[in-house]
Structure formats: structure tokens, C-alpha cells
């Protein structure tokens, strides 16, 4: 949230934005994973950790123990990479 203010955005949109993706990707993660077919416990659960956040992670449990885990050092690889490169590519591109 501090990045979007930093960047000029709103606090309340930005929350909003980020509860209701969460909740989409934990209700639709088990048709999501069967649509595109994702087999391999890795890649389901990078999948499920990069799109919902913590939601996502819970979502992951249901997989089995690697997806979890991988959906955990998902969510803090991309947290931190948003964290980092969002500032800078907001003063390039603004």
C-alpha cells in the first residue's frame, strides 16, 4: 500500500484491488489449475502465490505441502520485487 501511495495511487482502491484478487484466485484456483492443466506441484504453486497473495498460499495448501511451500517464497520474491522496481519504473514512466 505504501508503494501506491508513494506512486499517487489510492490506499482504498489499492486494498480493494488487492482483497478481491486474492479472493477470485482462492474461490477459482482448483477450476484454474484443471483449465490450463497444470501438473507439475512447482508450478501450481508459483502460480497460486505470485496471483493471490495470501489468499493464493492458502489456496496452494489444499495442493499438497510443495505447492504451499512454493507459494509462500513466491509471494515474498514478488513483494519484494514490487516493492523495489514499482518506484522505479513509476519515475521512468511518469
Given at each position: 500500500?505504501?508503494?501506491?501511495?508513494?506512486?499517487?495511487?489510492?490506499a482504498?482502491?489499492?486494498s480493494?484491488?488487492c482483497?478481491?484478487n486474492?479472493?477470485?484466485?482462492y474461490a477459482?484456483a482448483?477450476?484454474?489449475?484443471?483449465?490450463f492443466?497444470i501438473?507439475?506441484?512447482?508450478?501450481?504453486?508459483?502460480a497460486?502465490?505470485?496471483?493471490?497473495?495470501?489468499?493464493?498460499v492458502?489456496?496452494?495448501?489444499?495442493?499438497?505441502?510443495v505447492?504451499e511451500?512454493m507459494g509462500?517464497i513466491?509471494?515474498?520474491?514478488?513483494g519484494?520485487?514490487?516493492?523495489?522496481?514499482?518506484?522505479?519504473?513509476?519515475?521512468i514512466?511518469?
Open positions: 500500500m505504501l508503494t501506491s501511495l508513494a506512486m499517487g495511487g489510492s482504498e482502491l489499492t480493494l484491488a482483497i478481491l486474492g479472493v477470485v484466485i477459482l482448483k477450476p484454474l489449475i484443471n483449465l492443466k501438473t507439475d506441484p512447482i508450478a501450481r504453486g508459483l497460486l502465490g505470485t496471483a493471490g497473495h495470501a489468499l493464493g492458502s489456496a496452494a495448501k489444499d495442493f499438497g505441502q505447492e511451500s509462500s513466491a509471494l515474498v520474491v514478488v519484494v520485487i514490487v516493492t523495489v522496481v514499482v518506484p522505479i519504473m513509476g519515475n514512466l511518469l
